[in-house]
């Protein structure tokens, strides 16, 4: 009989990106060498004014916003069990398989109730691959609804910081797409628009609580 395959591809895609994505941009992850400038600009040197055209990194941004960081936390290690949980009814369906296994070519077992276990482990194995389908489609659907949830709040919160600042136009750039080159650092404005955002969220997080 052949040894179970293990079914823990639940959020492959998600997390491989995740981990490019904190790689790449988030000071919370990786080490900034010494003499490396940082990917979010100091609040005290923007300087655009009503009417300029200003962007934001969104990357950066995004990886440091106290709510996504909490969110995608909760979702790691909703994640992490499931696929632990995963793993030990693997491990456990390939430890009885090969105990039938062992019993069989002994001769211990008549040839009915060896009939009966192999059903019994084939329908094991194909519950376990429906339970892991059904928790990947789980897992997409959690995953969709938390960038929605970043999504808008980001979205509102620049909308009323528009409404004071009255920028004419809000660029956004990110590590895979930069199309914001050679342009006054004084316009990047993603480390006044991150302190309005972590202040809120603290401040309403702390309101819930």
């Known amino acids: 009989m052949k040894k179970t395959p293990l079914i823990l591809s639940i959020i492959a895609l998600v997390l491989a990106c995740a981990a490019v994505a ?9 080490k900034k060498k010494a003499g490396e400038p940082s ?3 100091d609040a005290s040197n923007i300087t655009a004014v009503a009417g300029d055209i ?6 950066s941004l ?3 916003y106290d709510m996504y960081n909490d969110l995608m936390t909760a979702f790691q290690n909703k994640v992490q069990g499931i696929q632990d949980d995963l793993a030990k009814r693997s491990r456990k369906l390939e430890s009885d398989a090969k ?10 077992l008549t040839r009915s109730a060896a009939e009966e276990q192999s059903n019994k482990l084939a329908q094991r194995q194909q519950n376990l691959q429906n339970d892991a389908a059904k928790k990947d489609q789980e897992i997409q659907e959690e995953q969709a609804v938390l960038n929605n949830q970043v999504y808008y709040a980001v979205k509102d919160f620049i909308e009323r910081y528009n409404e004071e600042h009255q ?7 990110s590590a895979g797409t930069n199309t914001v080159l ?6 990047d404005i993603t480390a006044d628009v991150l302190k309005g955002l972590n ?11």
Do not use: C, H, W
């Not at 202040?199 to 609580?209: G, L, P, Q, T, V």
């Open 39 to 41: 990917l979010v600009t």
């Open 22 to 30: 904190l790689s790449v941009v988030n000071p919370k992850f990786e």
């Open 54 to 59: 200003v962007y934001l990194q969104l990357d």
């Open 99 to 108: 105990a039938f296994e062992n019993q069989y070519q002994k001769g211990l």
């Open 167 to 173: 920028y004419a136009l809000i660029l956004t750039t």
């Open 199 to 209: 202040e809120e969220y603290i401040k309403n997080r702390n309101i819930s609580d």
């Open 62 to 64: 995004i990886m440091n």
């Open 182 to 187: 050679n342009v006054n650092p004084g316009l």
